[in-house]
């Protein structure tokens, strides 16, 4: 994999109880560098089965999963899915964690499922309000903004 150094690895308990760690046994994996392994040389069959575990409702399925395997920058993932990404932020109900956000200062913070869905509906609202609906949406812009 690399030879730099490690910065850091969870404890074996934290390790154990993770989603990655019930993933590579499902999978048939015994420790990391196998999974990695798995993932490097059978790319498709690592994602598809990733997918499938993360639950990914696709409302239509790809073509293929990897289109051209040789050629990273224009892989093609998931060539001619079809899947709704709002829908899978918000398909969970609950005062658990939907997002974290962990800062460099040490600032975190946390919206829940159900907080997530409210401010949602709110930006629905403002937007239908405004006149924007499925034909005139655009997606958002992000931008990178430099502290001084």
Known sequence: MTDRPVVWEPGRERADASAMAAFMHAAGHGDYRELHDWSVTEPAEFWQRLANTCEVRFHRPADTVLAHPDDIMHAGWFAGSRLNYAEHLLRHRGSG???IFCGE???RREVSFDELRARTAAVAAGLAAAGVDKATASPPTC???RKP
Do not use: F, H, I
């Open 97 to 99: 964690p939907a997002l």
């Open 105 to 107: 200062d040490g600032a």
């Open 143 to 145: 931008r990178t903004v």
